[in-house]
């Protein structure tokens, strides 16, 4: 079988990749994004037809999983292989696993979904990802994305989140004006605060609830605390605050705990 081989850093292919790679503005307007490695863009052609795929035969070949994907590029009109050192090139993890792919941002339908998580300026792409997995797991039906917050299409936030963008209902860019006609049907939105007289463990959290967590320095924007109520997590010893990604898991958890036993 002849095999399209790519093996400069002016191909058209190899400029598009590295633009969305380093590009909000060019994610959003082309509503693509960027997957790497072998699990998750393997899980991505379950999703869609990539727009495009770069791979490394000889390094796919290595492995079974690897080899199995070979299999499936076949089969795909936008795949084409590459050098080791186009990849290297392309890559922002230490050690490239041979494949890279240009994905179309999936288009949920709309919900009203039961329990939303709103990030309200989250600027670390690897406390994003961590939250979007943990609201998944924990039962979220809705993402929503403040500004501020990281892009959560970045290659940083997507590898992180190992997967959940293409089963997690993610709407980015907005805000309180936006957001609020997807909220309405919410009883009761909870911002993530320091310092509140409702403790997380207090609040009745099974029904239709917004859990908010702000930016890590700052906390939620005087924005969102017109617009919502507050919550904080007790703690002993002299921390002042958790993580993001922790104060946001131990909110979802309770949320679910608390549908669990209801």
């Given at each position: 079988?002849?095999?399209?081989?790519i093996?400069s850093?002016?191909?058209?292919h190899v400029?598009?990749?590295?633009?969305l790679l380093r590009?909000r503005?060019d994610r959003?307007?082309?509503?693509?994004?960027?997957?790497e490695?072998?699990?998750l863009?393997g899980?991505?052609?379950?999703f869609?037809?990539p727009?495009?795929l770069l791979?490394v035969?000889e390094?796919?070949a290595?492995t079974?999983?690897g080899?199995q994907?070979?299999?499936?590029?076949?089969?795909?009109?936008?795949?084409?292989?590459?050098?080791?050192?186009?990849?290297?090139?392309l890559?922002?993890?230490?050690?490239?696993?041979?494949?890279?792919?240009?994905?179309?941002?999936?288009?949920f339908?709309?919900?009203?979904a039961?329990?939303i998580?709103?990030?309200d300026?989250?600027?670390?792409?690897?406390?994003?990802?961590?939250?979007?997995?943990?609201?998944?797991a924990?039962?979220?039906?809705?993402v929503?994305c403040l500004?501020?917050?990281?892009?959560?299409?970045?290659?940083k936030?997507?590898?992180s989140?190992?997967g959940?963008h293409?089963?997690?209902?993610?709407?980015?860019g907005?805000?309180?004006?936006?957001?609020?006609?997807l909220?309405?049907?919410?009883?009761?939105?909870?911002?993530?605060?320091?310092?509140?007289?409702?403790?997380?463990?207090?609040?009745d959290?099974?029904?239709?609830?917004?859990?908010?967590?702000?930016?890590?320095?700052?906390?939620?924007?005087?924005?969102t605390?017109?617009?919502?109520?507050t919550?904080?997590?007790p703690m002993?010893?002299s921390?002042?605050?958790?993580?993001a990604?922790?104060?946001?898991?131990?909110l979802l958890?309770?949320a679910?705990?608390?549908?669990?036993?209801?």
């Amino acid at each position: 079988m002849l095999i399209d081989l790519i093996t400069s850093t002016a191909n058209h292919h190899v400029k598009y990749l590295r633009s969305l790679l380093r590009s909000r503005k060019d994610r959003h307007s082309e509503r693509r994004f960027v997957v790497e490695g072998v699990r998750l863009v393997g899980e991505a052609l379950n999703f869609a037809t990539p727009s495009l795929l770069l791979y490394v035969p000889e390094q796919l070949a290595s492995t079974e999983r690897g080899q199995q994907l070979l299999d499936l590029i076949a089969q795909l009109p936008n795949a084409f292989a590459t050098t080791p050192a186009i990849l290297a090139g392309l890559s922002d993890v230490e050690t490239p696993q041979g494949i890279i792919a240009v994905i179309p941002m999936p288009q949920f339908t709309s919900q009203s979904a039961s329990l939303i998580l709103m990030l309200d300026g989250v600027q670390d792409p690897g406390n994003v990802g961590t939250l979007l997995r943990s609201a998944e797991a924990a039962g979220v039906g809705q993402v929503l994305c403040l500004p501020g917050t990281a892009d959560v299409w970045s290659p940083k936030v997507v590898r992180s989140g190992m997967g959940v963008h293409f089963r997690l209902p993610i709407v980015d860019g907005l805000n309180w004006e936006t957001a609020l006609p997807l909220i309405e049907h919410c009883q009761q939105r909870f911002a993530a605060v320091q310092d509140s007289p409702l403790s997380y463990d207090q609040a009745d959290l099974t029904q239709p609830t917004v859990l908010i967590i702000g930016n890590e320095a700052n906390g939620v924007s005087a924005t969102t605390l017109s617009y919502s109520s507050t919550i904080t997590i007790p703690m002993l010893g002299s921390l002042e605050s958790l993580n993001a990604a922790v104060a946001g898991s131990v909110l979802l958890f309770e949320a679910a705990r608390q549908r669990r036993v209801k």
